[in-house]
T-cell receptor, first 112, second 113 residues
Framework: LAKTTQPISMDSYEGQEVNITCSHNNIATNDYITWYQQFPSQGPRFIIQGYKTKVTNEVASLFIPADRKSSTLSLPRVSLSDTAVYYC?????????????FGGGTRLMVKP | DAGITQSPRHKVTETGTPVTLRCHQTENHRYMYWYRQDPGHGLRLIHYSYGVKDTDKGEVSDGYSVSRSKTEDFLLTLESATSSQTSVYFCAIKWTSGANEQFFGPGTRLTVL
């Protein structure tokens, strides 16, 4: 499983756009990039997943450059409720075991 | 929350006692997972199951066993609990084998004294 590296923490203010970048230099051809969000005392929650270029849903956008060695999660106009830990994962969608490897994540603090 | 429940939600036990945690799903999903989460380590996979009676080890399986006799239940057992197993345990399910999207339960906070 490809290892990921992301910042330990980030601060932002309400209404700003937040971009969290994740490095995955050893990503394999079949690997997808997935992001999860976790609030205190809760299990992680799936946010978004992509393979290349750009993916957007109602919560976030995911930007993946052509070499796929990094990805950027973009949260538009964050609010206090977006304060959470964000995990970047890389894994093979066709892996029956689907052993997701969670790193330490990025702790996002949104301030008023 | 994709119909996942965990029981108990909190448990305090003593070193050397057996402990069983239960994960129950109502969605009939094939894949189920047990993770533990400790400060500074993110989530680590303990065991997973890809069907009734079909299980396999994850990253940190030592000291743990699992069983899945029914699709809806995935049990995690600590045969003889140790203080190093004090952690928050999360169960997760996955829709199909073709996606990295897992749905997590609310977690069980286990303290081993």
């Amino acid at each position: 499983l490809a290892k990921t590296t992301q910042p330990i923490s980030m601060d932002s203010y309400e209404g700003q756009e937040v971009n969290i970048t994740c490095s995955h230099n050893n990503i394999a051809t079949n690997d997808y990039i997935t992001w999860y969000q976790q609030f205190p005392s809760q299990g992680p929650r799936f946010i978004i997943q992509g393979y290349k270029t750009k993916v957007t849903n109602e919560v976030a956008s995911l930007f993946i450059p052509a070499d796929r060695k990094s990805s950027t999660l973009s949260l538009p106009r964050v609010s206090l409720s977006d304060t959470a830990v964000y995990y970047c994962l890389v894994g093979d969608n066709n892996n029956a075991g689907n052993m997701l490897t969670f790193g330490g994540g990025t702790r996002l603090m949104v301030k008023p | 929350d994709a119909g996942i429940t965990q029981s108990p939600r909190h448990k305090v036990t003593e070193t050397g006692t057996p402990v069983t945690l239960r994960c129950h799903q109502t969605e009939n999903h094939r894949y189920m997972y047990w993770y533990r989460q400790d400060p500074g380590h993110g989530l680590r996979l303990i065991h997973y199951s890809y069907g009734v009676k079909d299980t396999d080890k994850g990253e940190v399986s030592d000291g743990y066993s699992v069983s899945r006799s029914k699709t809806e239940d995935f049990l995690l057992t600590l045969e003889s609990a140790t203080s190093s197993q004090t952690s928050v345990y999360f169960c997760a399910i996955k829709w199909t084998s073709g996606a990295n999207e897992q749905f997590f339960g609310p977690g069980t906070r286990l303290t081993v004294l």
